[in-house]
């Protein structure tokens, strides 16, 4: 009957894919970082109840939203016109570029993608960084497809990198310089891509759309936004 099931209505689970640090990771067991705090605050604007945080494969967050086990996807995910075939997105929250990480202190030092010309590259699957690889590397005839390796987690990438069974990673330039300040990497160059994160959420689910959005507006505007960035943002 209805009303007794309506509390229900307002629970959402959200799915991520850590390993994207400092958007999302799981530390001491723990998933934390920049969305999983702002996602929080956002849906605390709202009639809306985060329920739950479910992990993922970034390649496996949009099957997992269509199919309905997530109501949002929070994962540093940007903006693009194809994806929007299939999900919906709120309004922009962060604004990113890509970047070319290589081996630290090796002698390859790629200026430009140019650089990369039949060089092993890798990248993560499913993301706006693969994109680039297959539209500028690729279908340009940099490399062959040979060249390219696909990971499921950027991280896999980084460390094989860091063996230097890679030349170079194509990863959105927040996170390329997170890594190279933990691991034995380091930013080649970055270049211009204009991506805008949003929430991902079902097509029609303009309710929650809207109301996600409202809640950026009113995170950014009461200052949590600042105190969120300055917490995963501070060096
Ligand atoms: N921003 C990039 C994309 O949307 C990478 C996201 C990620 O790997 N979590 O494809």
Same mark, same amino acid.
């Given at each position: ?7 229900d ?11 994207? !640090?400092?958007? &999302?990771?799981?530390? %001491?067991? =723990?998933?934390?970082g ?5 996602? $929080?605050? *956002? +849906? ?5 109840e985060l ?11 949009i099957?997992?939203?269509e ?27 962060y604004s990113?570029?890509?970047?070319v ?9 790629? !200026?430009?993608? &140019?650089?990369?010309e %039949?060089? =092993?590259?890798?990248a993560q699957?499913?993301?706006?960084? $693969?994109? *680039? +690889? ?6 340009e ?15 896999y ?11 170079a990673?194509v990863i959105?330039?927040?996170v390329g ?6 691991r ?8 211009e ?12 689910a303009?309710?929650?759309?809207t ?6 507006a009113?995170?950014?505007e009461?200052g949590?936004?600042?105190e969120?960035t ?5 060096s």
């Amino acid at each position: 009957s209805d009303g007794s099931d309506g509390g229900d209505d307002n629970q959402i689970i959200a799915g991520t894919a850590p390993g994207f !640090e400092p958007f &999302e990771m799981t530390r %001491d067991g =723990e998933l934390v970082g920049f969305d999983i705090d702002l996602l $929080e605050a *956002v +849906v605390d604007e709202t009639e809306y109840e985060l329920a739950e945080w479910n992990e993922y494969e970034f390649d496996s967050l949009i099957p997992a939203l269509e199919n309905g086990n997530i109501d949002v996807i929070a994962a540093a995910m940007t903006i693009t016109e194809e994806r929007q075939q299939s999900i919906a997105f709120t309004e922009p929250y962060y604004s990113a570029n890509q970047s070319v990480l290589v081996q630290s202190g090796g002698d390859f030092a790629p !200026e430009a993608l &140019e650089d990369l010309e %039949d060089r =092993e590259v890798g990248a993560q699957s499913g993301t706006t960084g $693969e994109t *680039v +690889v297959q539209e500028q590397l690729i279908d340009e005839g940099l490399i062959s497809d040979d060249q390219y390796t696909s990971y499921d987690n950027y991280v896999y990438a980084v460390q094989e990198l860091e063996r230097g069974l890679l030349d170079a990673i194509v990863i959105d330039e927040p996170v390329g310089a997170t890594f190279a300040d933990s691991r034995d990497v380091e930013v080649a160059f970055t270049f211009e891509t204009g991506e805008e994160y949003g929430f991902g959420v079902q097509q029609d689910a303009s309710d929650l759309q809207t109301a996600l959005s409202d809640g950026i507006a009113a995170v950014r505007e009461s200052g949590q936004y600042d105190e969120i960035t300055q917490t995963w943002f501070d060096s």
